[in-house]
């Protein structure tokens, strides 16, 4: 189980990202971040496997204050922390399967890393793991030979490499379709609940998260303004997240599209007359 | 109801804004480049003495020579390609851990600077110079030109290797670093495939620019080919000096070549 205590992040330019942030996630439970661009969304999770670090505040990880290890033990803490970023950042130049092991890099000594001799139950785990996510056949290309979709499946097998006890996942779906954004939250929602793991998932899509989260919490300028059911996302709400704006029309995804038609057609038409 | 727009639109100056500095400072240049150009002091006599010479050099180049001197232009080429090629794979060697301590996104601090240190005085000091080093050190022969090509091996590539690391892709090392992978572990699964084409390009490319560097060495006494060609034009053989120089062209025309390919290779 996670729970964060009054973290607070200040960067050296005296920006403040995080003020006072504090909930709990617990097993199983997945929590969908949102709010607008710079809220600190991705300082909060990178705060929380201290790739960024936290300014005060603690980070109790079961009953371990991540905020406050030392280097040896931060990395142990972390193996235990998976995390799927936005551009996958898979290491393009490796193999698939490199890319999942290296999963077990906090697990395994340099020399058995380095001459990729890992063993056996962590071979077996990642072929399961590819198996999984539908990538079998494709353990042997390189990363940077996948599309969008296979490459988060990837990053996603690799996180799930490292036996997790918690998923930190960072705009999983900003680089992809929306038909591969809803089978990738998809597959992230069923393996949180085939596990009962705990994840974190900073999403710029309120749609998206609405539909697959079972709790959102709402970020504005650092703070927390909203922590309920994705249903308590009232219009009131996501004005108070967002600022103004009309979230009817968001919600009805047609109805954008057509405005936003209609409103290229006017454009192309006074373009016309000015000609 | 349309407003005049301008017809007219000029590229306003960049630079310097006055009008009038502007034209000193041109003014001010010329002339300058014109006293200079008359101060160098020119030997007429001397000049046409020197293209009667570079009329048998030509002449010499025309008929290379690669017969009368063989032994000693096969000796010295020899000795060039051993050096050339050893003090590459030395220098690449050393190179790497110092390029990665350069690094300021994977090194702390004080490692950055020793390395940074060690590289900006490989660069510093020019071949010809630090080969005068060593052959004083050393005495005649291809260790002193060995040294110096292995030293200036390690200031280029540490340099280049360094400034490739720091332009990585950031995403990849963090998701390693997530994954709570050791330095050691971070440097080989996020750093090395990223910069693993481009080093191999530049020790390719190091090792043609140390060829022609060992041309250049021998010539103050660091053995090898340069040796042979020194000795050659001091004799006024310049059908040797000819043949010399037109192995040299091929060889360096050789490796640019397949470096090139090479490198298309490994990308």
Redesign the interface.
């Known amino acids: 189980m996670l729970r964060i205590d009054g973290l607070t992040k200040t960067y050296k330019t005296g920006d403040k990202a995080l003020s006072d942030v504090s909930f709990e996630a617990p097993k199983g439970q997945v929590i969908g971040l949102i709010g607008p661009s710079g809220a600190g969304k991705s300082t909060l999770i990178r705060c929380i496997?201290r790739?960024v670090e936290p300014s005060s505040g603690a980070v109790w990880l079961n009953d371990i204050n991540l905020a406050a290890l030392r280097t040896g033990e931060l990395?142990?803490?972390?193996?235990r922390?998976g995390?799927i970023?936005?551009?996958y950042?898979?290491?393009?130049?490796?193999t698939v399967m490199?890319n999942v092991l290296?999963?077990?890099?906090?697990?395994v000594g340099?020399w058995r890393?380095?001459t990729r001799r890992y063993p056996g139950a962590d071979i077996a785990n990642a072929y399961r793991l590819l198996d999984r996510v539908g990538l079998m056949a494709h353990a042997d290309k390189r990363a940077d030979a996948l599309s969008g979709g296979q490459r988060q499946r990837v990053?996603i097998a690799?996180a799930l490499a490292?036996d997790p006890e918690l998923l930190?996942i960072d705009e999983p779906t900003a680089s992809l379709d929306p038909k591969t954004s809803r089978q990738i939250m998809r597959l992230i929602v069923e393996i949180c609940r085939e596990r009962d793991l705990p994840a974190i998932i900073n999403i710029h899509d309120v749609v998206l998260a609405q539909q697959f989260s079972d709790r959102i919490i709402g970020l504005q300028s650092g703070r927390m303004v909203f922590d309920g059911p994705p249903s308590g996302l009232t219009e009131a709400v996501l004005t108070q997240i967002y600022g103004e704006e009309d979230w009817t029309a968001m919600r009805q995804g047609a109805s954008e599209d057509a405005e936003a038609e209609a409103e290229e057609k006017a454009q192309a038409e006074k373009m016309l007359r000015a000609l | 109801m349309s407003t005049a727009y301008p017809t007219t639109w000029r590229k306003p100056p960049q630079m310097i804004q006055s009008r009038g500095w502007r034209i000193a400072l041109a003014v001010g240049a010329i002339a300058y480049l014109v006293l200079a150009v008359g101060s160098v002091e020119v030997n007429w006599a001397r000049v046409i003495a020197g293209m009667e010479r570079a009329q048998r050099f030509i002449a010499g180049f025309l008929q290379p020579d690669f017969t009368t001197r063989w032994r000693d232009i096969s000796n010295g080429l020899m000795e060039s390609l051993t050096m050339t090629f050893t003090s590459t794979v030395v220098g690449v060697l050393i190179s790497i851990p110092i390029g990665v301590g350069a690094a300021r996104n994977v090194a702390p601090a004080w490692v950055y600077y020793i390395c940074r240190s060690i590289i900006a005085a490989s660069r510093a000091l020019q071949e010809i110079i630090v080969a005068i080093f060593f052959v004083a050190l050393f005495g005649f022969g291809a260790f002193a030109g060995f040294l110096t090509l292995t030293f200036a091996t390690i200031g280029f590539i540490g340099k280049l290797l360094a400034e490739d690391i720091e332009d990585i892709?950031e995403?990849?090392a963090?998701?390693?670093?997530?994954?709570?992978?050791?330095w050691?572990?971070l440097i080989?699964?996020?750093i090395q495939?990223?910069v693993?084409?481009r080093l191999i390009g530049l020790s390719l490319y190091r090792l043609d620019i140390n060829f022609r560097e060992s041309a250049v060495i021998g010539i103050v006494g660091a053995g090898g080919i340069g040796a042979a060609l020194s000795t050659s034009l001091s004799r006024y053989e310049y059908s040797s000096a000819g043949a010399i120089l037109l192995i040299i062209i091929a060889i360096v025309m050789v490796a640019e070549y397949s470096s090139g390919y090479l490198r298309k290779w490994v990308k």
């Open positions: 496997n790739l990395r142990r803490a972390r193996r922390i995390m970023f936005q551009e950042a898979l290491v393009e130049r490796l490199e290296s999963g077990r890099l906090g697990y340099f890393s380095f990053g690799r490292q930190l | 892709d995403a990849q963090e998701a390693i670093r997530a994954t709570g992978a050791s050691l572990q080989n699964y996020a495939p990223q693993m084409p």
